[in-house]
């Protein structure tokens, strides 16, 4: 065998060399590959959609269903996510207390909220981008909370505009608007969420300055980081690489707003009872305790803990509510017992949507409600109105 072909039994074959220009190509990052670190957790498939037991069995499937950047943005805390993990750990630390079980048909979650009732104290809290997670967006979203007959509350950056939303079924709406320093420019969206019919306006006065560690390893990094990295006179350059478009808001921003808006006004992103007194003072007709689910400031209190802080110091004189970290119907009651009137769900339904689109959203909701019943069930209580604090025992650190 001379030269030549001892050179061609060494050298790449045709198979080996197209497997390599595969390899090449998958690796680069115009390709946006990227290896996927998530673990399934405790499953040895996905489950299908009749396997759905629990809110937590959706993640993985919307996790596998969607680009990892943007699962990341659903997912992620602010910097070491301390916050977003406290909202978890809260659950922990208030135990419930039977106190002579009823039988589940018992049971009934209805409640009454602004004089308009509903059929369960559990909502939708406002999320951003829905058509991200699923084509229909927040189109199926509000399908599916009109069909479980729940309220939403939508996004003040939803992927829809709030009319064409309010069009998609018959359900209540609420709007939650992010305020700007235009003032025009503030009446004209609020104009417009409540000429298309919303019930309740939701101010959004937490997030102030949001640092997402986490993105910062996708390559495709989904759109939110770069925003908040595009500099304009309003979001000027910073070390930090954060917006500043929330850095100036003040308490009398909600006196600026109170004229434009004809249906109730809540505060959301409420974490004191100082806080809380200062809302009464500028017209707020309601409360929502919330830390963005732990997207608004690393190393702050989960809501579940600092909750009766916030009841307490409005005395009944406003309805007070909370999001962050629900995931089952056994949090949701806590939350009751501990002086909430109505909960917010905010990841979970986003999991339900994106793993099956809207019938996904919709049985997400009717587990978690369903949870609720069972559980209002085990302690004894028939109705929302029955819940107080005796079920519960608290051990906050």
Not at 217 to 232: E, M
Not at 242 to 259: I, K
Not at 268 to 287: M, N
Request: aromatic share 8%; net charge negative.
């Amino acid at each position: 065998m001379g030269s030549i072909e001892q050179q061609w039994r060494r050298g790449f074959s045709r198979r080996q060399a197209l497997c390599g220009l595969a390899s090449f190509l998958a690796a680069s990052p115009l390709l946006h590959a990227q290896r996927d670190p998530y673990p399934l957790g405790p499953h040895r498939r996905v489950l299908g959609f009749d396997e759905m037991r629990t809110a937590f069995d959706f993640e993985p499937v919307f996790h596998d269903n969607v680009p990892l950047a943007i699962y990341d943005y659903t997912a992620h805390g602010t910097d070491s996510e301390f916050t977003l993990y406290r909202n978890r750990d809260a659950f922990d630390w208030v135990e419930l207390v039977g106190g002579g079980g009823v039988t589940p048909a018992e049971v009934d979650t209805s409640t009454e909220l602004f004089g308009v009732r509903m059929d369960s104290p559990i909502m939708l809290a406002p999320t951003a981008r829905q058509r991200d997670l699923h084509p229909d967006g927040e189109l199926g979203m509000h399908r599916a909370a009109t069909s479980a007959a729940m309220t939403m509350i939508v996004s003040n950056v939803s992927s829809f505009p709030f009319p064409q939303i309010a069009e998609a079924a018959d359900g209540p709406l609420w709007f939650q608007r992010y305020a700007t320093r235009d003032l025009e420019g503030n009446r004209q969206v609020l104009d417009m969420a409540q000429d298309a019919g919303c019930q309740t306006v939701v101010v959004t006065i937490d997030q102030q300055a949001s640092y997402y560690e986490r993105d910062l390893h996708d390559r495709n990094l989904g759109g939110a980081p770069r925003r908040a990295r595009r500099r304009t006179p309003q979001n000027p350059p910073n070390p930090y690489r954060v917006g500043a478009g929330r850095l100036w808001y003040e308490w009398t921003l909600f006196d600026d707003l109170r004229p434009m808006i004809e249906v109730p006004m809540l505060a959301k992103g409420i974490l004191t009872g100082e806080g809380a007194r200062k809302c009464l003072e500028h017209g707020v007709d309601g409360i929502i305790v919330s830390n963005h689910g732990g997207r608004s400031l690393d190393y702050g209190p989960s809501t579940l803990e600092v909750l009766e802080e916030v009841v307490e110091a409005v005395s009944g004189r406003v309805p007070v509510l909370i999001d962050s970290g629900f995931r089952r119907g056994a949090d949701v009651l806590k939350a009751l017992a501990l002086g909430a009137v109505a909960v917010c769900l905010g990841r979970a339904s986003r999991w339900g949507l994106g793993a099956f689109g809207e019938p996904g959203a919709r049985k997400v909701i009717e587990i978690i409600n369903t949870e609720l019943v069972h559980a209002m069930a085990a302690v004894g209580r028939t109705t929302i109105a029955a819940i107080d604090r005796s079920i519960v025992r608290t051990s906050f650190p």
